[in-house]
């Protein structure tokens, strides 16, 4: 009986978050589209300002729970700029939760609605949320072979002429860094050793197409490329084994005590555009991010392991920043669950805002 309840009380730490988190896609897609259906006769920009505007309400809400009722605590090393940029975000991949880390430092910079993701193509798939994702910016890629280039430089170059702020998150490596997936890793060592380059540890080797089209299709509409390297704590074992990232289950039940972030800004003068020098030069930052991590899990001091080296700042953030988003979707999906008409189009929304997405990613160019 008191496993029972203990084991309930533990569940109850994600599947109440990720009740409202979902609970509220509906109500955010339905204002998102009659903002659509208003704006079809205004300029593009004047679109694109309150559709960041939406996001970033809805994203300020998945940070309430992500950082203010976790209690997780963020170091950071390094200064990350206060006016906004418009940024390439390159990082390390280990977890399902690495993308709200881009969250958490855009927001901190009041740019959390010109967050977009690179991701990889299975997740347009995802219901609402993979249709949405590319309306906002987003661009889908498929690995190896099928990557479309053309496709991506095509969308990239639009948004970057109609000057859309860009915040574009990338992660190089293609998927995610396990230490428990010893053939991924050293598949990568592998591919490393025969390209010439150093073979790598703590990340897996990353592949430049993704990051080469994104730099070289907005070139002159960026300002910077931000590198970040992040570092979960929590995440060795009894003999000083690295453990996977936590999941995102396990990040909103508050298995992860603190988060590391390591920030460096490079201006885009220090970025070469030729790709083979471009592939150096991506390849020599994880090189020094397979240092800091190397640091980070395996540094004989005591003192210096589980964390960079170098300064770190603990960045707190204000409830002020997340709480009103929580409190203005909720109460916009309150209402609609009141009533059987209001709960019809809320179901509505899930299945045809799903069915139309699917439709959409199946037949545009």
């Not at 109850?12 to 609970?23: C, D, E, Q, S």
């Not at 690995?143 to 190089?172: C, H, N």
Request: proline share 5%; net charge positive.
């Amino acid at each position: 009986m008191l496993l029972s309840f203990i084991v309930h009380t533990y569940s109850m730490r994600y599947w109440f978050p990720a009740t409202v988190m979902l609970g509220t896609a509906p109500a955010y897609l339905l204002s998102w589209g009659v903002w659509r259906l208003c704006s079809t006769v205004l300029p593009l920009r004047l679109y694109h300002k309150l559709d960041d505007q939406l996001y970033c309400v809805y994203q300020s809400m998945v940070l309430f729970f992500f950082e203010n009722y976790t209690g997780v605590e963020i170091v950071i090393y390094g200064d990350i700029p206060k006016k906004k940029e418009n940024v390439i975000y390159l990082s390390n991949h280990q977890c399902t939760a690495d993308w709200i880390i881009a969250d958490m430092l855009a927001i901190r910079q009041n740019a959390l609605g010109h967050v977009r993701y690179v991701l990889k193509d299975g997740l347009k798939w995802l219901p609402l949320y993979g249709w949405y994702f590319s309306q906002h910016g987003g661009v889908y890629v498929k690995r190896s072979a099928k990557f479309d280039e053309k496709a991506m430089k095509k969308k990239l170059l639009t948004q970057a002429e109609a000057g859309t702020p860009m915040y574009l998150v990338i992660f190089p490596e293609g998927t995610r860094y396990n230490p428990e997936l010893k053939n991924v890793i050293s598949s990568s060592q592998e591919f490393a050793s025969k390209e010439g380059l150093a073979v790598l540890k703590h990340t897996l080797t990353p592949r430049m197409k993704a990051s080469h089209v994104a730099i070289e299709a907005m070139q002159g509409h960026l300002d910077a490329v931000y590198d970040v390297t992040v570092a979960y704590e929590g995440t060795l074992d009894t003999v000083g084994q690295r453990l996977p990232a936590p999941t995102m289950p396990e990040f909103l039940c508050k298995e992860c005590p603190r988060i590391h972030i390591h920030f460096e800004r490079v201006d885009m003068k220090e970025v070469p555009l030729e790709p083979m020098f471009f592939r150096r030069w991506l390849h020599e930052r994880f090189e020094i991010k397979d240092r800091l991590l190397t640091s980070f899990y395996e540094s004989e001091d005591a003192d210096k392991k589980s964390r960079f080296p170098g300064e770190g700042r603990c960045s707190a953030l204000s409830i002020t920043k997340t709480l009103p988003s929580m409190m203005i979707l909720g109460g916009l999906t309150v209402p609609l669950l009141m009533s059987e008409s209001g709960r019809n189009l809320y179901v509505r929304t899930w299945v045809y805002g799903t069915l139309l997405g699917w439709l959409w990613m199946n037949v545009s160019p």
